[in-house]
């Protein structure tokens, strides 16, 4: 299994063709306490780039982009319960939403854990 | 001699052990704790005592059946069956209590005293908050505005009827044209981003005129007010960044290398927010004009170069100004704000109706009735009525009261007291922009150097402790943790003195990790307040313990 990061602090792990996705630990260090999530719902169809879920904490609600095209599976339902995961947790239990793939090819344009940890390091 | 034996015998006081115990009833003596008034109110008490409804009115009198109910039908369905009076409610009336608290009338008096008193307000002290120019309101404007013949009219009143209140709106409207350099007003907008929407619109109103209506594209820089491209992309544009420059302004070279064909128009806020006069505007303005694009201007920040420079000189085609900022009444005064929108010569064919126009020494509201005969290019119209009377009178007043010289020395003073306090505090705090020259009437701040764990909010919530309403806290963007300090020209040298003390202390405090500061404010009515536990599990309404203890019980 891979793991892949966008600019955009979301991150997607592959496996075959199943994407789990969720933003990164410093985007969650960025946010703040997280105070609410929204998270697709299953048979939504993403292009890479979607708005896919909506991420708020106390300082501003913020758009969470789908890194790679697909169908969405499901959204995480524990999120709607106790959304401080994403704080606790972001890279793991605090995943977003699981979607099919519809082309891992959009995976070569995103950047390894080595590139995003070089990326964030330079913001 | 004779002794008044009352046991009182006066002495100084003793010295304060600091051992003092907290009282019982949670009072600080004049500061008085305040319940809600939910928990302090009960459903038997009243302020005010109604006369029981009306005596019975029965069915022996017929009074109850409507005269026009046809023989043999059922009573009047709102007809008690006793005939106890007759309800006009039908079956809208309240079948059990709401729940609402009752206090006596003194009680509910001091109810609503004491929590004024936990307010804060420029009547009570110093409101540094940038962008949004907290200054003095003068209370002739209030004296002004309250006068019958301008607070009692109705909009809908024949003209003849309200000549003096035309008046005052187009002799403001001459005010700003002139103050501004411009060619037109639209006095109606209500605020400021409504001016910017009316703005926006008259702009996508000339493209269209011009068979251009395919340029899609607003340019808004980086230290744009954040109205600035919502309002574009709620006119239905899309919004490009521009970047700033280090010294905090506009990118010039990286605008100019975006115009083309497709932009319509460029928002810049001028003054902008890091509180620096944008230099390059006639050169921005002549660039966009070139390529066939119209210029906004976010005059928000108006107070800062009223009297010094007029935006129609520097290539402006449109521009609201906050008649509740620049000509006092600070957030309208807790009411209404008003945003009248300035308009170049190239605009000014496609402003909003209705406005006020002076025809043989007769003052007429010009509508849609009556624009088709000279101003059949407006784009339509924003509001019912005229724009914000009461905002009009009391701008005029403040502007008559000044006079031009007065003005001039408005924006003198906000620019001298924003300097002030920037040079004051450059050494204790991190000014980015400091280099970049004199500030305008805004000293803008970052994070930089506070202890570890410490952040601007820390250092807001200690200047609660110190008496101050907090500055505006992490806008703009462009700044890390930035602070916004606006002290407007009607501080004196004492108050921007104590306040910068008050500051310096605080960061200070912030720059060596006193632990203490992160639990500021510790004199206020509250502590700092637990804002995730208030958005995750958010209390909106108010639920009687009673309940629970009866079921403990």
């Keep these: 299994m891979s793991r892949y990061f966008t600019q955009d602090h979301e991150w997607v792990d592959v496996d075959g063709d199943i994407g789990t996705v969720g933003i990164s630990e410093y985007a ?14 299953a048979g939504k169809t993403l292009s890479k780039g979607d708005e896919a879920a909506v991420v708020e904490s ?54 390894d854990e080595a590139a995003y940890a070089a990326f964030v390091e330079g913001l | 001699m004779s002794i008044n034996q009352s046991g009182w015998r006066p002495t100084s006081p003793e010295a304060n052990t600091g051992n003092v115990p907290a009282s019982v009833t949670g009072n600080k003596a004049l500061m008085l704790e305040e319940a809600l008034i939910f928990e302090i109110g009960d459903a038997h008490s009243t302020g005010v005592d109604f006369a029981a409804p009306s005596p019975p009115r029965g069915e022996g009198r017929g009074e109850g059946k409507p005269s026009n109910a046809a023989p043999g039908t059922a009573p009047h369905p709102t007809l008690s069956p006793k005939g106890r009076g007759l309800s006009r ?73 309200v000549q003096g209140a035309l008046e005052v709106i187009h002799q403001l409207a001459h005010w700003l044209v002139t103050l501004t350099g411009m060619t037109s007003v639209a006095m109606s907008p209500k605020a400021g981003a409504h001016g910017e929407l009316c703005g926006i619109l008259a702009i996508r109103a000339a493209l269209e005129a011009k068979g251009e209506g395919a340029r899609k594209i607003i340019l808004v820089p980086e230290s744009a007010h954040g109205t600035n491209p919502a309002t574009a992309a709620f006119a239905g544009y899309s919004v490009e960044d521009i970047p700033a420059t280090a010294e905090g302004r506009v990118d010039t070279a990286a605008l100019k290398a975006r115009l083309g064909p497709d932009v319509a128009g460029v928002m810049i806020t001028n003054p902008n927010t890091c509180g620096l006069f944008e230099r390059d505007m ?23 170069i009223v009297g010094r420079v007029r935006p129609g000189d520097l290539g402006i085609d449109a521009m609201h100004i906050n008649l509740h900022k620049t000509f006092s009444t600070p957030h309208g005064g807790g009411g209404p704000g008003s945003g009248p929108v300035v308009f170049s010569e190239a605009l000014t064919p496609y402003a909003p109706l209705p406005f006020v126009e002076n025809q043989d020494g007769q003052f007429v509201l010009v509508e849609e009735e009556t624009a088709g ?121 004492a108050a921007l003195d104590q306040f910068i003390a008050a500051l310096r202390s605080v960061a200070e405090r912030a720059k060596a990790g006193d632990p203490s500061l992160k ?22 309404v108010w639920k009687d313990p009673a309940p629970l203890a009866q079921a403990a019980e």
């Design chain 2, 373 to 493: 005969e000279h101003h059949a290019g407006s784009f339509g119209r924003m509001v019912a009525f005229h724009g914000q009377m009461g905002m009009f009178t009391r701008a005029l007043t403040y502007i008559l009261s000044h006079g031009a010289d007065g003005l001039r020395q408005v924006s003198e003073d906000a620019v001298l007291n924003a300097n002030y306090i920037l040079r004051s505090l450059d050494d204790t705090l991190d000014a980015p922009f400091g280099p970049s020259g004199p500030c305008m009437h805004e000293a803008l701040f970052s994070d930089s150097g506070l202890a570890a764990g410490f952040s601007t909010i820390d250092i807001a919530k200690g200047l609660i402790d110190e008496g101050f309403h907090p500055m505006t806290m992490y806008f703009p963007l462009v700044v890390h943790g930035a602070m916004l300090v606006e002290p407007t020209e009607t501080e004196s040298k």
């Design chain 2, 519 to 540: 639990t500021a404010p510790h004199f206020a009515p509250r502590a700092r307040l637990d804002e995730t536990l208030a958005a995750r599990k958010p209390v909106l």
């Design chain 2, 89 to 161: 409610l039908g079956n809208l009336s309240r079948t059990a209590p709401i729940g609402l608290p009752g206090l006596s009338e003194p009680e509910t008096v001091r109810h609503y005293t004491r929590l004024s008193r936990q307010n804060y307000g420029i009547d009570l002290g110093f409101f540094p908050l940038g962008s949004c120019t907290m200054k003095h309101n003068p209370r002739l404007n209030e004296k002004m505005a309250r006068l019958p013949g301008f607070s009692d009219v109705h909009p809908l009143q024949p003209v003849d009827t």
């Design chain 1, 28 to 41: 969650q260090s960025q946010l703040g306490d997280v105070v609410f999530v929204d998270v697709p719902e």
């Design chain 1, 58 to 111: 106390v300082k501003a609600a913020s758009d969470v982009y789908s890194p790679v095209s697909g169908t969405v599976n499901e959204g995480n339902a524990a999120l709607t319960d106790d959304s401080s995961l994403v704080n606790s947790d972001a890279e793991a239990a605090g995943w977003f939403f699981k979607l099919t793939l519809s082309d891992p090819s959009e995976l070569d344009s995103l950047m």
């Design chain 2, 282 to 304: 006639r050169e921005i303005s002549d660039a966009v004009h070139a390529a066939g694009g119209f210029v906004y201007c976010d005059g928000a920040n108006f107070n800062a």
